[in-house]
């Protein structure tokens, strides 16, 4: 079985077998590592295809540079990263920056994770989390 995997690099959808995920697959296009242990910093022009064509869940951490709960949860946002993937796609939205995608998310507060699966939004989790707690909770959101 073959899983559709975005590139964090260049955005190119690649088709790869789902027993080489955890292989170190790279892009068919850019070459590069499709997973690098790091969140991918996600625009307006990315963000659907990110969360529509990835057969992984998407997990999105809508933020601020000016918010200091941001600020805190970075850092373990990040080391979340080495753990959860490549089960699962982490992702960044700077809400000051992409004002639209916030909007029509309804992102009330920040930060604010929320999980993509298929396309669609399944679960939202707002307030500062650390590494464990966020694992745990995307984990148990996917189960």
Same mark, same amino acid.
């Given at each position: %079985?073959?899983?559709?995997?975005?590139?964090?690099?260049c955005? $190119?959808? +690649?088709?790869?077998?789902?027993?080489?995920?955890?292989?170190?697959?790279?892009?068919?296009?850019?070459?590069q590592?499709?997973?690098?242990? =790091?969140?991918? *910093? =996600?625009? *307006?022009?990315? @963000?659907? /295809?990110?969360?529509?064509? +990835?057969?992984?869940?998407?997990?999105?951490d @809508?933020?601020?540079?000016?918010?200091?709960?941001? /600020?805190?949860? $970075?850092?373990? @946002?990040s080391?979340?990263?080495?753990?959860l *993937?490549?089960? %699962?796609?982490?992702?960044?939205?700077?809400?000051?920056?992409?004002?639209?995608?916030?909007? /029509?998310?309804?992102?009330?507060?920040?930060?604010?994770? $929320?999980? @993509? %699966? +298929?396309?669609?939004?399944?679960?939202?989790?707002?307030?500062?989390?650390? *590494?464990?707690?966020?694992?745990?909770?995307?984990?148990?959101?996917?189960?």
């Open positions: %079985m073959s899983l559709h995997i975005v590139c964090p690099h955005h $190119a959808t +690649n088709r790869v077998p789902a027993n080489r995920l955890s292989a170190a697959p790279k892009c068919g296009a850019c070459h590592l499709l997973f690098t242990a =790091l969140p991918v *910093e =996600l625009t *307006e022009d990315h @963000f659907n /295809r990110h969360i529509s064509n +990835n057969d992984i869940p998407t997990l999105v @809508f933020w601020a540079p000016w918010c200091g709960p941001c /600020r805190m949860m $970075a850092p373990a @946002f080391k979340a990263a080495t753990t *993937e490549p089960g %699962m796609r982490l992702a960044k939205v700077n809400t000051e920056e992409e004002q639209a995608l916030a909007a /029509r998310y309804q992102i009330r507060s920040i930060p604010t994770l $929320a999980l @993509f %699966m +298929n396309g669609r939004e399944i679960a939202r989790q707002s307030g500062a989390m650390g *590494e464990q707690d966020i694992i745990r909770w995307a984990k148990s959101t996917i189960q």
